[in-house]
Structures are given as structure tokens and as C-alpha cells.
Antibody
């Protein structure tokens, strides 16, 4: 049974960096049959895919064009987790952030973290 | 504004069937048989209920079914039950390693 446990601060100041971590159990961040995604949800933007990281066998990343200049997703194989960093945040980045597993063939999101509400405010 | 268009709300009585549509374009829904559907209850993470247009994860009831025609995918829930009430989102793989979601449909069981 795959479980994803998210952690990170719920409040970030404008212009600073949003940082979240997703710890994986029941699978491996270096798996060659899955990718690891970040998705956010807000009332104004709905569900929005942000990006993914995966190994084939070297590491690859894909990012949504809307955040490409500000986002970094990195795996940590020693801790079996992956992280999200979003720079230069504004109140528009206020959302519930989810991590999720994406099976390679199906290209959907079959396991999700619990979600963390991140508010961007001074 | 979401990339995929869904009705804002739908309702039905217990035991009835309802269908939720999800309209995209030829660059997402119309190009790939990679539409998935998610159920979300309040303050919970989305839950996968349909993948690859028509397939169900093993733990999902066969009351849930999916289909696609052209640029429009559909989710049908038969034999409505009270626990089906919640929000439903469609999602499609799109070109260039991108995913797009629908705006969500609120299902009310009357």
C-alpha cells in the first residue's frame, strides 16, 4: 500500500520561497514505473498540475509552463522523498498543495498525499 | 479558467443514474485515451475512480463507468448512493508532458 505524507509550513510571506516535502512509503522515488507529481488546488484556479520528477534511469523533470521559471522538484533517494520549491510567491499561489504518484503507463494519479494548505500572506 | 469544461453541478435521487461530461480539445481529450476521473469529499484528497477513459481501480464499485467520444469524456454513476455525494474532477494528459483538469462538478444526492 503506497502512502504519501506531506510536510511543510502553512504560511509563506510574499516574494519568499514555498517549500514542501512528500515522504513515500510502499514505493520508491527512484522507481522506473512511476513518476512523482505536485498538484495544487484553489477556488480561483481549480486543480492545477505543477510538475513531476522521475528516473529513466537518470533523473528527469517536467514542469507546467505557468510556473516553469519558479519551480524546482527534487527527489531525495536517501530519504525516499521528493520536494517542491516555488520561488517568488504571491497571494495567487495560495492553495492546497498535493503530492501524488503517477503510474508510468496510465499517466494518472493513483495515490495522493493528504494535502497542505499554504497561505501566502505578510 | 480550467482547461476542461464540466457542468458546475448535477443531482439525482438514490438509485438513479447521472452522467457528468468533460469537454476538452483535440490536443488533450481528443488525442489521448488517458482521461481519468477523481472523486473528492470535503477536506479530503482526490481519489482516482476511473483511468484510461474506461478502467476502474480494483477497489472502485462497478457503479462507476467512463466513456469518451471525440473531445468529450463522460462519467456515469448508476444506482446513486448517499456516499456518492461530493465533487468530481476529470483530467486528461495533454501534449508535451502536461496534464489538464476540469473545473469540477458538485454531485448532490437528493
Amino acid at each position: 500500500q503506497v502512502q504519501l505524507q506531506q510536510s511543510g509550513p502553512g504560511l509563506v510571506k510574499p516574494s519568499q520561497t514555498l517549500s514542501l516535502t512528500c515522504a513515500i512509503s510502499g514505493d520508491s522515488v527512484s522507481s522506473n514505473s512511476a513518476a512523482w507529481h505536485w498538484i495544487r488546488q484553489s477556488p480561483s484556479r481549480g486543480l492545477e498540475w505543477l510538475g513531476r520528477t522521475y528516473f529513466r534511469p537518470k533523473r528527469f523533470n517536467d514542469y507546467a509552463s505557468s510556473v516553469k521559471s519558479r519551480i524546482t522538484i527534487e527527489p531525495d533517494t536517501s530519504k525516499n522523498q521528493f520536494s517542491l520549491q516555488l520561488n517568488s510567491v504571491t497571494p495567487e499561489d495560495t492553495a492546497v498543495y498535493y503530492c501524488a504518484r503517477g503510474p508510468w503507463i496510465q499517466l494518472d494519479f493513483d495515490y495522493w498525499g493528504q494535502g497542505i494548505l499554504v497561505t501566502v500572506s505578510s | 479558467q480550467s482547461a476542461l469544461t464540466q457542468p458546475a453541478s448535477v443531482s439525482g435521487f438514490p438509485g438513479q443514474s447521472i452522467t457528468i461530461s468533460c469537454t476538452g480539445t483535440s490536443t488533450d481529450v481528443g488525442s489521448y485515451d488517458l482521461v481519468s476521473w477523481y472523486q473528492q469529499h470535503p477536506d479530503k484528497a482526490p481519489k482516482l475512480i476511473i483511468y484510461e477513459v474506461t478502467k476502474r481501480p480494483s477497489a472502485i464499485s462497478n457503479r462507476f463507468s467512463g466513456s469518451k467520444s471525440g473531445n468529450t469524456a463522460s462519467l456515469t454513476i448508476s444506482g446513486l448512493q448517499a456516499e456518492d455525494e461530493g465533487d468530481y474532477f476529470c483530467c486528461s494528459y495533454a501534449a508535451n508532458s502536461n496534464w489538464v483538469f476540469g473545473g469540477g462538478t458538485k454531485l448532490t444526492v437528493l
